[in-house]
């Protein structure tokens, strides 16, 4: 475990706190070492962009890239009587 001097209860609800952005802690951000700082930032970053958005992100880049076509039409411009 990254943060033993810490109760894992008290890390569990900071790191699902985080991922939620609901904006509560229980104040032991503080104390987290380096490494667990670094992890509580990349999880409120893929908390906030959105799990599905960075897996569409990623399916995206590693897929095919599909050429995208437009529609094309006529339009006809007249008098009304």
């Known amino acids: 475990m990254l943060e033993s001097c810490l109760k894992p209860l ?3 609800f900071e790191v699902v706190s985080v991922f939620a952005t609901v904006g509560l802690s229980l104040g032991i951000t503080a104390d987290l070492s380096v490494e667990g700082k670094v ?3 990349i999880a409120m ?3 906030r962009i959105g799990i599905l958005t960075l897996f569409i992100l990623v399916l995206d880049s590693v897929g095919k890239r ?3 076509r ?3 039409a006529r339009v006809l411009v ?3 009587n």
Do not use: A, H, N, T
């Open 39 to 41: 992890l509580i930032i």
């Open 66 to 68: 599909k050429s995208v």
């Open 10 to 12: 008290d890390v569990v």
């Open 70 to 72: 437009y529609p094309e």
């Open 45 to 47: 970053i893929v908390g």
């Open 78 to 80: 007249g008098k009304v």
